[in-house]
């Protein structure tokens, strides 16, 4: 089993970058696929993006493309998500997840991954 804890979320002013953290502590040779997801109130849980264990294959949803960055340090066993370019509609809890292999196609697909961190919330006024 592996556990995630999130950190770095707040509250920033559109137009403002944050950067969320999340360690990975149990069996993090498990911790292949290290991904970001985020749920706004009332709506469904959205991958946001994910990267493999190399760091070479990063995957993004169109919404965050060319304002958010994903990293991992393995050495650390955590894994990081910049955050620029900030807008209202990123307001959510953002949630890490792992999955023991390259999820490939299915990165996008929360119900692939193995393991979920309790969130943190990132909150981005107008």
């Known amino acids: 089993q592996v556990q995630l804890v999130e950190s770095g979320g707040g509250l920033v002013q559109a137009g403002g970058s944050l950067r969320l953290s999340c360690a990975a502590s149990g069996r993090t040779l498990s911790s292949y696929t290290m991904g970001w997801f985020r749920q706004a109130p009332g709506k469904e849980r959205d991958f946001v993006a994910a990267i493999d264990w190399s760091g070479g294959v990063p995957n993004y949803a169109d919404s965050v493309k060319g304002r958010f960055t994903i990293s991992r340090d393995n050495a650390k066993n955590t894994v990081y998500l910049q955050m620029r370019g900030l807008k209202p509609e990123d307001t959510a809890i953002y949630y890490c997840?792992?999955?023991?292999?390259?999820?490939?196609?299915?990165?996008?697909?929360?119900?692939?991954?193995?393991?979920w961190g309790q969130g943190t919330q990132v909150t981005v006024s107008s």
């Open positions: 997840a792992t999955a023991g292999r390259w999820l490939g196609r299915l990165v996008q697909l929360g119900a692939q991954y193995d393991n």
